[in-house]
């Protein structure tokens, strides 16, 4: 028989008010999350533009939506506020140099080979899903704006996904 697992113990729990004194442990908490890691594409007058995030998620069957959330605050939001066209790239285990690359400061497509979607839109080969969007909708999100895309086509392999939790990267281990 196995016995039941331990309960956490609360007492080394902090509490705050989320407000801009406490904006590292609000963060710090937020990170308790694990989430996936996306690369979002978006073709440019520049060219070709990525960007790794993790604000992703499924909103909708019918009609099929997905939604992102790209910070004001970043150099390339501009390009993706502005985007009738988009492709959210999720990411393998094995891929975290694509996270790194579309990064800030990063190589993003220099030298990365590429296919382009119908649209126009950059592809990254390979990754372990990818849904090439229309934008639906955009909301107000405070320091960040949620865009809703419409799932044009969707594609996927197998194999386990990239998460990012507290700060750094990590794996799914199945059954535990």
């Known amino acids: 028989m196995t016995a039941p697992p331990a309960m956490p113990d609360t007492s080394l729990e902090t509490t705050f008010v989320p407000d801009a004194e406490n904006a590292r442990p609000f963060r710090d908490a937020l990170g308790r999350f694990a989430t996936g890691v996306t690369v979002v594409t978006v073709d440019t007058l520049e060219g070709p533009m990525g960007f790794t995030a993790n604000s992703f998620s499924s909103v909708s069957l019918d009609p099929p939506l997905v939604l992102w959330s790209p910070a004001r605050a970043s150099s390339r939001y501009p390009y993706y506020a502005a985007a009738a066209f988009f492709t959210i790239h999720v990411l393998g285990a094995e891929q975290d140099d694509l996270s790194r690359r579309f990064s800030r400061g990063g190589a ?69």
Do not use: K, M, N, Y
């Open 108 to 176: 993003g497509f220099d030298g990365l080979t590429r296919e382009t979607t119908p649209e126009g839109v950059p592809v990254i080969p390979g990754t372990l899903a990818r849904f090439d969007c229309a934008h639906h909708a955009a909301h107000d999100g405070g320091d960040h704006l949620i865009v809703l895309g419409r799932v044009l086509r969707a594609a996927f392999r197998s194999g386990p996904p990239l998460l990012f939790s507290q700060g750094g990267f990590g794996r799914f281990l199945p059954g535990l």
